[in-house]
């Protein structure tokens, strides 16, 4: 078979666009930030019609670099920004308020109110794998009903649709004659049942929202229609879509029950596949669909770091130690694994599996001897523990990873990652594209296209750019990873200990 595929990557701060040929390599690839929107205090929006904007600017220009034309695109993968809420208008596919982002926080006093009562936390961590927090599209979606004037009761007389952000790109791609979305995003709203794969009517209930307003839930590898053709110069069909975290585990390869990939941006995401058993984590960590293909899932557990490169960032913004984030790795070298100074970098609370809001950050074990070296190291170092600290709650809930795929800006630093590799005592593997995100879902539209048969076909042609064994001794692992125990306790400040 000849031709291209083509990922569209809607995430958090841009809009982008990559063609990748038949063997899963970068032909062309285009991207366009934009404008995040602070109303008020813990309140993050994104202008609908700027995300539709961007995607479609980035799929023209896309064409355009590469010399294609959206005929030679067999077929085009969605994967987006998780849990990021519109509801828009049936007829005329106008949204009635901008984008409630994944990060806003505007519904945590409702989600705290519900958190009262046990059983509904129960009732949430049993149909859904996850936690009742604003995080999650549920609380987002009854804002919207209850602060737009009209909003409930148009929702009631079937006028209005939700969607997360696949949904409302597959619904304008398609000349508004899809409203669907994938398992993946179905599982991150809150109010779908991740093992009867239904809207569940109890939290449909809980939440208020009318279910004639959620899309229709499809495989990750499905017909999803075709573009109009007025608006990439062709019809294609969109055969893939999987949100952000989950793309990436598919575009690590990560098939098989055990194998973990772990993306290092911004903040950290770590995904492991548990195979057909949704196991229910008891260190809170999340229970989500790593993929559903051809009717079968396969589950995943998550946990997540809020602040990976954005340490490194802070370091490099706020204290101005370095100049860029590259001069970290010369820093931490000169230092050495052996830092008796550690940050905990908690300057928005804890995540997984701490979930302590009220942590903030705080810096140990200064000596007249520490320098700038010692203190970006242990900000390098911080993720590694961080990131062990996820490991550890995932082998107490019985799922070990053999090893971790890693991708994300971070990984370019080999001093951090095989520090990971020391820390966490497994092997480490760095791929050779580190799209991960955008190449899974071009593998989904792939495998919809017959391009590939099976996953087992994706798998075949993923391959590492470098691979990073566990150097450090055992004692040394952990008599490190014990102070950074002893210096998390002395920031925690919740109930989770
Ligand atoms: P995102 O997709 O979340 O915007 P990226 O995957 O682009 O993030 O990664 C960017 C992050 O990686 C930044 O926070 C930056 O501080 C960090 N980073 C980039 N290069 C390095 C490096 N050499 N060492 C450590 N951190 C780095």
New binding site residues.
Partial sequence: MSGYLLAIDQ?T?SSRAIIFDLKGKIVASSQQEFAQIFPEDGWVEHDPEVIWQTTLATCRDVFQQAQLHARDVISIGITNQRETTVVWDKQTGKPIYNAIVWQDRRTAEECQRLKQQPELTNLVANKTGLLLDPYFSASKIAWILDNVVGARARARAGELLFGTIDSFLLWRLTGGKQHATDATNASRTLLFNIHSHQWDSDLLALFNIPSNMLPEVRDCAADYGSTEASLLGAEVPIGGIAGDQQAALIGQACFTPGMAKS?????CFMIMNTGEHALQSKNRLLTTIGYRLNGKTTYALEGSIFM???T??WI?DGLQMIAN??E??SLAEQTGANNSVYMVPAFTGLGAPYWDPEARGAIFGLSRDTGIKEIVTAG?QSVCYQSRDLLAAMAQDGAKPTSIRVD???V??NW?VQFLADTLGIDIERPQVTETTALGVAYLAGIQAGVFLDVEEVADLWQHEAQFKPRMSESDRERLYRGWLEAVKKVLCGDSV
Avoid: D, H
Avoid at 263 to 267: E, R, V
């Fill in positions: 995430g701060t993306t290092y941006g911004t903040g990976a490169g954005a490194i960032q490099r984030a590259t970290s790795q390098l994300g800006g971070m370019v630093n951090l």
